[in-house]
Nanobody, 113 residues
Framework: QPQLVESGGGLVQPGGSLRLSCVASGSIFSRSAMGWYRRAPGQGRELVATITDGYRTLYGDSVKGRFTISRDNTKSTVYLQMNDLKPEDTAVYYC???????WGQGTQVTVSS
């Protein structure tokens, strides 16, 4: 089972940007599809974005055009660039290895003025 460690969360004003990172270890990262999910207070888990081992991407409707997922296999890292952040993007963001069904511990993103 790979281990996933997220970083990059924090407090940002509406309209601002953040970049999340997730470093994987313990697996052949390049062979895994990876994803970002989030859970807002009192809400269920929501798909944010996924990227396959072939670099195909998929986005949740609420983040299309604002967020970009990418990966660097040389660093075993998947990124989530978040632009034009809105208060409704406030959540704990989790990294997920779809091949191994492994999850990171989550990183808090808070969008508030």
């Amino acid at each position: 089972q790979p281990q996933l460690v997220e970083s990059g969360g924090g407090l940002v004003q509406p309209g601002g940007s953040l970049r999340l990172s997730c470093v994987a270890s313990g697996s052949i990262f390049s062979r895994s599809a990876m994803g970002w999910y989030r859970r807002a207070p009192g809400q269920g888990r929501e798909l944010v974005a996924t990227i396959t081992d072939g670099y195909r991407t998929l986005y949740g409707d609420s983040v299309k055009g604002r967020f970009t997922i990418s990966r660097d296999n040389t660093k075993s890292t998947v990124y989530l660039q978040m632009n034009d952040l809105k208060p409704e993007d406030t959540a704990v963001y989790y990294c997920h290895d779809l091949k191994w069904d492994s999850w990171g511990q989550g990183t808090q993103v808070t969008v508030s003025s």
